[in-house]
């Protein structure tokens, strides 16, 4: 089976702009989570969605936002940058059910000048 | 609410030596727990998992960890480390709630040296 993609792998964007991120998770996962990856606060989590719907989210402002489409595929958006919104970002799939480990991509390096 | 601590931030051993990360959790409930590695510039791996049973659990690469439920730890172990063993290892907490989401520790750099 082919593994969790994300795209693009590298964004360099200037504070203010929006930002979109993609992930593709494994063949047949329904959950789709995304995590921040920061050398302050280490690993945070975002929010996680499942066959289309928000089912977990985390304490993160509104400026970030997510959805997931009906193929599992799922995006990330992030308006009106802040320097503070440089990060790696980390996309999981998981089959959402009773199996609880989860299946990292190789994440979006974001880098707002 | 779970939280976790590794209680080092960076350790430094000898190629052949061996070595202990160490993790402790805090959760009012039940917990799932991971082990995972991150090499540079990669995402994460998962080397292994506790969910149940065995409180001794084996995961790849050479390495295993113990669940001690009354000293809420989760102590990872490899008997003789090589140098591609440098990596960032993350221990990872969820509860049983059937959401997905996991509370990492802030992670523990293994340096390998010859």
């Known amino acids: 089976k082919a593994g969790v993609t994300q795209t693009p792998r590298y964004l360099i964007k200037t504070r203010g702009q929006q930002v979109t991120l993609s992930c593709s998770p494994i063949s047949g996962h329904r959950s789709v989570s995304w995590y921040q990856q920061t050398p302050g606060q280490g690993l945070q989590f975002l929010f996680e969605?499942?066959?289309?719907?928000?089912?977990n989210k985390g304490n993160f402002p509104g400026r970030f936002s997510g959805r997931q489409f009906s193929n599992s595929r799922s995006e990330m958006n992030v308006s009106t940058l802040e320097l503070g919104d440089s990060a790696l970002y980390l996309c999981?799939?998981?089959?959402?059910?009773?199996?609880?480990?989860?299946?990292f991509g190789p994440g979006t390096r974001l880098t707002v000048t | 609410a779970q939280s976790v601590t590794q209680l080092d931030s960076q350790v430094p051993v000898f190629e052949e030596a061996p070595v202990e990360l160490r993790c402790n959790y805090s959760s009012s409930v039940s917990v799932y727990l991971f082990w995972y590695v991150q090499y540079p510039n990669q995402g994460l791996q998962l080397l292994l998992k506790y969910l149940s049973g065995s409180t001794l659990v084996k995961g790849i690469n050479g390495f295993e960890a113990e669940f001690n439920k009354s000293q809420t730890s989760f102590h990872l172990r490899k008997p003789s480390v090589h140098i591609s063993d440098t990596a960032e290892y993350f221990c990872?907490?969820?509860?049983?709630?059937?959401?997905?989401?996991?509370?990492f520790g802030k992670g523990t750099m293994l340096l390998v040296s010859p």
């Open positions: 999981a799939s998981s089959p959402g059910t009773e199996k609880y480990e989860q299946y």
């Open positions: 969605y499942f066959s289309e719907t928000q089912r």
């Open positions: 990872a907490v969820s509860d049983n709630s059937g959401y997905s989401t996991l509370t």
